[in-house]
């Protein structure tokens, strides 16, 4: 049977445009780690704790789920970083992963596309599925699995070789050649917002460009092989403040066509770009638990659990 992870890709023209718009209103960044930020007088709103964003904006409240992960544990060695965690990751929506330092953000995220395969002696229990199959089945081809569910990390990470040869690296692997490389590259480049930085100089070494397009660089990188789920691992947390103004603004636009799923310490950027937010705990008794998850104007302004208001507004951390 074909299914999602099974089905072969095929590129189909330069992909549907993004919408844009629907950033301009985004406060710049602070650029600062979650727990340093959130100092406000308590009488503050909550939606000024969070530096005056709407989460509410492009909210799709009835948007189905693309990845719908049920009892998640997950094990390095006999370590447990991950317990029982469920959640549904929503389609065309940003989902913010937020919480202290070890308490298995990236862990999760690393799940979504078995990229802890690659590290040995850990184990996964439990289900994710993504249209209609289980992404820990043994069947999964995890090749195409991290094709359909793209990863940017923390430290850009664009190969030493040109910015052409950076987004056709992937192309290339896929025997995409000619006119039709040279379209997705360009509009790889349009869709991550530097096409116009780069189009003169694409020749040259990717490691020339700045911290901030090096990362829009691997934004680009991800989506020329047409992605339908982008994991982001504190993406602008190593860029200046306007350079991480312009991936937050990214994100927004490719949310109209990608689904997200971002971890940030950053609590005025999961309040800028996410529709829903999900609040990891790691404790002795909780190891890598979801304590809570849903909207995320209800996570930062009625949170069911006194934990979860205490780290929203920088009680601790
Ligand atoms: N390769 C590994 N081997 C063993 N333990 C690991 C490994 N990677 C992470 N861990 C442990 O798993 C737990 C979760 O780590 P993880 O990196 O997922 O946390 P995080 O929430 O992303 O933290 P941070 O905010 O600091 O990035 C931590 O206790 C960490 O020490
Ligand atoms: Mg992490």
């Known amino acids: ?45 909550p939606a000024e704790q969070v530096g005056g964003a709407d989460p ?52 999760f995220l690393r799940t979504l596309n078995r990229m802890n395969d690659l590290i040995p002696n850990t184990r996964t229990e439990g289900e994710a599925i993504f249209e209609g199959e289980n992404i820990y089945s043994k069947s999964t081809d995890v090749v195409l699995l991290r094709q359909r569910i793209g990863m940017v990390f923390q430290r ?55 911290g901030g397009q090096q990362q829009r660089l691997c934004i680009a990188r991800a989506l020329a092989v047409k992605p339908d789920v982008l994991l982001m691992d504190e993406p602008a947390s190593a860029l200046d403040p306007i350079a991480t103004l ?33 609040f990891f705990l790691s404790r002795e008794e909780y190891k890598g638990r979801l304590i809570e998850y849903g909207p995320t104007v209800e996570i930062f302004e009625h949170s069911k659990r006194k934990e979860t208001e205490d780290y929203v507004s920088g009680r601790f951390g």
Request: hydrophobic share 35%; with cysteine; aromatic share 4%.
């Open 246 to 278: 312009k991936i937050e603004e990214l994100i927004t636009e490719l949310s109209a066509n990608y689904t997200i799923v971002i971890v940030t310490h950053n609590m005025q950027q999961a309040a800028r770009v996410s529709q829903y937010t999900g």
């Open 156 to 210: 850009p990470n664009p190969f030493p070789k040109s910015i052409f040869d950076n987004i056709a690296y992937g192309l290339r692997i896929q025997h995409t050649s000619g006119k039709q490389l040279h379209e997705i590259v360009e509009q790889s480049l349009v869709d991550a917002a530097l096409w116009d930085e780069v189009k003169d100089r694409l020749n040259t070494s990717a490691l020339g460009l700045s």
């Open 56 to 107: 509410r904006k492009n909210l799709k409240p009835d948007a189905q789920t693309k990845i719908d992960i049920q009892h998640l544990n997950f094990f390095y060695g006999s370590k447990q970083a991950l317990t029982d965690v469920s959640l549904p990751i929503r389609e065309h929506q940003v989902t913010a992963l937020i919480g202290p330092s070890g308490c298995g953000k990236s862990t």
């Open 1 to 45: 049977m074909e299914t999602g992870i099974n089905r072969p890709q095929k590129h189909q023209g330069s992909g549907a445009p993004l919408t844009g718009a629907q950033v301009g209103d985004a406060n710049p960044p602070s650029g600062e780690r979650m727990n340093e930020p959130v100092q406000q007088a308590q009488s503050a709103s």
